[in-house]
């Protein structure tokens, strides 16, 4: 009888999105949660030329997919950690999200700056 009874308001409902950031992941603070990093720093990664550079080798493309597609990704870690060519691109990552162009994960490691 009332066929406008029966419609929904769908401006009232939040909008689907497909983003998997929060706005905690946004705002956080490096202080609050020392082992995981600010959205805005991972943005950092993807204006890296030094990154883009390594992300061209196939090998190191093969070793990300194993990574994310395994059922254990410790022990996925683990096995790329023995893999050279990954720890390089690890240890570029970390210096992009660090902001510390002389640190390396490695012991012993040095680089020239």
């Not at 999200?97 to 012991?107: A, G, I, L, M, T």
Request: charged share 35%.
């Amino acid at each position: 009888m009332f066929a406008a009874s029966r419609h929904r308001n769908t401006d009232a409902l939040p909008a689907k999105s497909d983003n998997p950031w929060t706005v905690d992941d946004i705002l956080l603070k490096e202080e609050d949660y020392p082992d995981k990093v600010p959205f805005l720093k991972l943005q950092l990664l993807s204006q890296s030329e030094e990154l883009r550079d390594l992300l061209r080798n196939p090998h190191l493309r093969q070793v990300l997919r194993s990574i994310d597609g395994a059922d254990s990704k410790a022990d996925a870690m683990r096995a790329a950690m023995q893999e050279p060519l990954f720890v390089e691109f690890s240890d570029e990552c970390l210096k992009v999200v660090e902001n510390d162009k002389h640190k390396v994960s490695r012991p012993g490691a040095t680089e020239d700056v």
